[in-house]
């Protein structure tokens, strides 16, 4: 069965203390890979897709990469405002253009 | 751009009503997928549209729900009858041909009392 485990659930985080998120996916063929921030009461919002291994694409205080068996999205030096739920989400060749979410990791950032 | 549209924003109802949330999708955009979120399941993807034909629907729980796109500007998913199990929020998202970037509207917030 395909899957997309997040961990941790949840991370709480001073201002300027720099962490990683993990995904780690178990899906029959992956077309891509991609991460959604989620703030509370609105949608997700898209961050990056990242299709290869060894590949990293880089925002502000974020940047992404991705192996043959997971996904890290590292912050550095946070600020509060980069508190929110973020997602990642796997696109495999047999579902189309659907998506399998994984469960989100919380951060919150206090100042 | 107004983004994604979904209406109503909550929507409270008892069991056994019928419920129907409502969607716009981003204009120009060909790809319409609903989803729903919730604490113990996270956000599972219900069915999906290409130029308003259903592609894949099996993420629809039971016969209870059902999903029309009538065309290239409105969706509606309709649940008949509802159930409290049914209470989660229901996100609306788009997306351009050949793109796998979804954008998503503000969801549909739930309860089924």
């Known amino acids: 069965e395909d899957q997309v485990t997040q961990s941790p659930e949840a991370l709480r985080l001073q201002e300027g203390e720099s962490s990683s998120l993990n995904c780690s996916y178990t899906?029959?063929?992956?077309?891509?890979l991609f991460w959604y921030r989620q703030d509370p009461g609105k949608g997700p919002e898209f961050l990056f897709t990242l299709y290869s291994a060894g590949e990293e694409k880089e925002k502000e205080r974020l940047k992404a990469t991705l192996t043959k068996k997971e996904s890290f999205l590292h912050i550095t030096a946070p600020k509060p405002e980069d508190s929110a739920t973020y997602l990642c989400a796997v696109q495999i060749n047999q579902a189309g253009t659907a998506l399998i979410f994984g469960k989100g990791t919380t951060l919150s950032v206090s100042s | 751009d107004a983004g994604v549209i979904q209406s109503p924003r909550h929507e409270v109802t008892e069991m056994g009503q019928e419920v129907t949330l409502r969607c716009k999708p981003i204009?120009?955009?060909?790809?319409l997928f609903w989803y729903r979120q919730t604490m113990m399941r996270g956000l599972e993807l219900l069915i999906y549209f290409n130029n308003n034909v259903p592609i894949d629907d099996s993420g629809m729980p039971e016969d209870r729900f059902s999903a029309k796109m009538p065309n290239a500007s409105f969706s509606t998913l309709k649940i008949q009858p509802s159930e409290p199990r049914d209470s989660a929020v229901y996100f609306c998202?788009?997306?351009?041909?050949?793109?796998?970037?979804?954008?998503f509207g503000p969801g549909t917030r739930l309860t089924v009392t």
């Open positions: 204009s120009g955009h060909d790809y």
């Open positions: 998202a788009s997306s351009l041909p050949y793109s796998y970037e979804q954008y």
């Open positions: 899906v029959s063929g992956l077309r891509g």
